[in-house]
């Protein structure tokens, strides 16, 4: 059974710090991409980052870029996202999800897709007060 489990959330003032991690269990982690989504209220749906576990590749909204670190620990089919300098807008819950390809579209529009990830796991609470 594939599962996905998210967790680190929590509250924070502007500027401090969060690690969220991901732990997959249920398929072959090194074959597969994780990525970063969040949702806030009133909000659609947008992808944070992405770790391609095979190549190492990761990708990251323009939104977290320089902000926001993706890492993977293959021997313990975890991702981690190492958030610093957190703002009032990164303020979502945050869902970890695999996917094991991204199709033919290029893989820097396809990860932010969610429509290529095929398993999610529950979504844990970032909240940034200003």
């Known amino acids: 059974e594939v599962q996905l489990q998210a967790s680190g959330g929590g509250s924070v003032q502007a500027g401090g710090s969060l690690i969220l991690s991901c732990a997959a269990s249920g398929f072959r982690f090194d074959d597969y991409a994780i990525g970063w989504f969040r949702q806030a209220p009133g909000k659609e749906r947008e992808g944070v980052s992405c770790?391609?576990?095979?190549?190492?590749?990761?990708y990251y909204a323009d939104s977290v870029m320089g902000r926001f670190t993706i890492s993977s620990d293959n021997a313990n089919n975890t991702v981690y996202l190492q958030m610093n300098g957190l703002k009032p807008e990164d303020t979502a819950i945050y869902y970890c999800?695999?996917?094991?390809?991204?199709?033919?579209?290029?893989?820097?529009?396809?990860?932010?897709?969610?429509?290529?990830?095929?398993?999610w796991g529950q979504g844990t609470q970032v909240t940034v007060s200003s």
């Open positions: 999800a695999s996917s094991p390809g991204f199709g033919p579209l290029p893989r820097t529009v396809a990860w932010a897709l969610g429509s290529v990830y095929d398993y």
């Open positions: 770790i391609d576990s095979s190549d190492g590749n990761t």
